[in-house]
């Protein structure tokens, strides 16, 4: 991800960069945000979008809970379901861009966390 912009009324957009440089925009709506519990959830707007052909539904939840040591444990779920063909063969090429995301996230969680 390149950047977060357009952030109003429970929505965002993110923009991010293709390995040749291209942007690509994704929106995203919030689901859920309880503070109380800790817990923020988004989903992806997928109809009508390029990321209608590999994606029907995308939603991302963070949780926070105490940790050991006064630390926090964060939780990062992303749950897809894919749709058309990708739904049999990428599969596997989704399962790892997801990973790669999400490890991603945790890095960079930690490097400013200390």
Do not use: C, N
Not at 7 to 33: P, Y
Not at 42 to 57: D, H, I, K, N
Not at 79 to 99: D, E, I, L, T
């Amino acid at each position: 991800m390149t950047r977060v912009e357009s952030v109003e009324d429970g929505a965002f957009t993110e923009v991010m960069s293709t390995r040749k440089g291209k942007l690509v925009r994704a929106d995203f709506d919030v689901v859920e945000s309880d503070e109380d519990r800790y817990v923020l959830r988004w989903s992806q707007r997928t109809a009508g979008t390029p990321f209608e052909r590999v994606l029907r539904e995308a939603e991302t939840e963070v949780r926070l809970s105490p940790a050991a040591e006064e630390g926090t444990q964060v939780t990062i779920e992303l749950r897809q379901v894919m749709s058309g063909m990708f739904a049999h063969v990428g599969a596997p090429m989704v399962r790892r861009a997801a990973r790669q995301t999400l490890d991603e996230a945790l890095d960079g969680l930690e490097r400013i966390s200390g």
